[in-house]
């Protein structure tokens, strides 16, 4: 059971039972609870007066900026993690801590910039 | 027969644990709270102190109807709270107890555990948006944007304890962790604890489900059940992240008499800090979204960059 597939095993089985466990608890929802529908039970809230237009609105377009830094800041930690157990073993030590301030300066220099171009400021 | 058995055990004592401990907290909560704001709380259901008050609430929820706007995406609707709470199930099988006690020690365990945390948001994502609503849309946007910001500095302050203990298993952690590591790891341990909050949207980065503007953010039409679900995965959140600081930063089951009752000392400091977790809620105001957003990239993503060239540089000259 030791092997790398074997260990993912029992996540398997806890994900499993976690499905189970939220299946179980609705089902037994379903027989506990009354069903009375009536159209304005179900109409969208909006603090008791009819809703006006819908629900879905757009956001603006520059907050795409936004997700294309988190998933370059994502990414890079996900290369973070495997370097970290590895940095210090024989033979790399003072390479890897000079990469190790490469990396941190490209962030801190991209931070700094948006930092000081405002980006970071309400207006 | 021996192998299936122990694993049917193990599953078992992870499930009682996801089932039990957020009731604790939440219960901690209701008490805690009530009496920093010199009231009561809940006396009456179960007789003593009210102590089976989570217990009535939960009968309550179960017993309401379910109603799923007309508006809504039904499937996405319906789905979203299992997602928001599978996930602090699942991350509850890599965190270790006591030595040799965990549901399973995984060579992967951080870099597991933290990106299954990140699933949890999700469901906060597919309620905002599913739902139709305007408040829940505003909410899911809000959380959107909460966990852009505080992901980076909660990864980059998880790796620095990567870095330091040189493996990424859990176990492995806590095993390499020194008492001093408490002042070389304290910029992160910090960082990594209020980041962890504003994932899981506590006060006061409760800015998501602001309920005196946005109602309940993103589930704002949820009811019955599915909403109870949203409010044990909060709940659960809490224990894990709780556990996840303990094990990381704080060294788990290290303690007197470790061998014996090192599960003892993970659970005293979890519950600590989950008490810590309360104390916030009630002492600091509801940060605004600029003060929030400022927080994080003008505060906490420096602070864990330092502490990245920090334990860097102390790495490499001690070893």
Redesign the interface.
């Known amino acids: 059971m030791h092997d790398f597939y074997g260990d993912y095993a029992l996540v398997g089985v806890v994900l499993l039972v976690g499905v189970s466990f939220v299946t179980a608890a609705l089902t037994a929802n379903r027989l506990l609870r009354p069903s009375a529908p009536a159209p304005g039970k179900r109409t969208t809230y909006e603090c008791g007066v009819d809703p006006v237009g819908e629900g879905w609105a757009q956001s603006h377009i520059r907050y795409y900026v936004f997700a294309y830094l988190y998933v370059i800041f994502a990414v890079d930690a996900i290369y973070l993690f495997p370097w970290a157990t590895v940095f210090a073993a024989p033979g790399y030590g003072a390479t890897t801590l000079a990469e190790m301030f490469v990396f941190l300066g490209f962030i801190a220099v991209g931070l700094l910039y948006a930092w000081r171009k405002g980006v970071l400021t309400w207006t | 027969m021996i ?1 299936v058995l122990e ?1 049917a055990l ?2 078992l004592l ?2 009682g644990a996801f089932l039990v401990l957020p009731l604790v907290v939440g219960q901690t909560e209701h008490k805690a709270m009530a009496h920093m704001q010199s009231r009561l709380g809940p006396m009456y259901a179960g007789g003593f102190h009210g102590w089976a008050q989570l217990v009535a609430d939960g009968v309550k929820f ?10 809504a995406d039904a499937t996405v609707f319906k789905l979203a ?2 997602v928001a ?2 996930p602090y ?2 991350v ?3 965190i270790p107890v006591g030595p040799g006690l965990v ?5 992967l365990g ?3 555990v933290v990106a299954v945390m990140g699933v949890g948001v999700l469901g906060s994502l597919m309620a905002g ?1 599913a ?7 505003l909410g899911g ?1 809000r959380t959107a ?1 909460q ?2 910001a505080y ?2 500095p909660f ?2 302050a998880a ?1 620095s304890v ?2 330091a203990a ?3 298993s859990l176990s492995g952690i806590v095993q390499q962790w020194q008492p001093w590591w408490l002042l070389w790891q304290l910029p992160g341990a910090v960082v990594f604890f209020v980041a962890g909050l504003a994932e899981l949207q506590r006060p006061p980065f409760d800015m998501p489900v602001a309920d005196s503007e946005i ?1 309940f953010g993103a589930y ?2 949820y009811t ?3 909403f109870a ?1 949203f409010l044990l995965a909060e709940y659960a959140g809490i224990v894990v992240l709780c556990a996840l600081t303990t094990v990381l930063f704080l060294g788990g089951w290290h303690g007197p008499y470790a061998e014996s009752l090192g599960w003892l000392w993970t659970l005293i400091k979890t519950m600590v800090l989950a008490f810590v977790v309360i104390w916030l809620r009630v002492s600091y105001p509801r940060l605004r ?2 003060q929030l ?2 927080l994080s ?2 505060g906490l ?2 602070v864990a ?1 330092l502490q ?2 920090l334990t ?2 102390v ?2 000259l001690i ?1």
Do not use: Y
């Open positions: 192998d694993g193990r599953v992870v499930l179960a017993q309401k109807e379910d109603i799923v706007p007309a508006a709270p299992a709470l599978i199930l699942v509850l099988v890599a549901a399973q020690d995984l060579d951080l870099f597991f948006w739902s139709a609503n305007k408040f829940s849309l946007l944007a966990l852009m992901e980076l990864l980059l790796a990567a870095m040189g493996t990424l109602i704002t039409e019955g059940l599915r679900l979204e600029d957003q400022r990239w003008q993503v420096p960059l990245l060239a860097g540089v790495e490499v070893t």
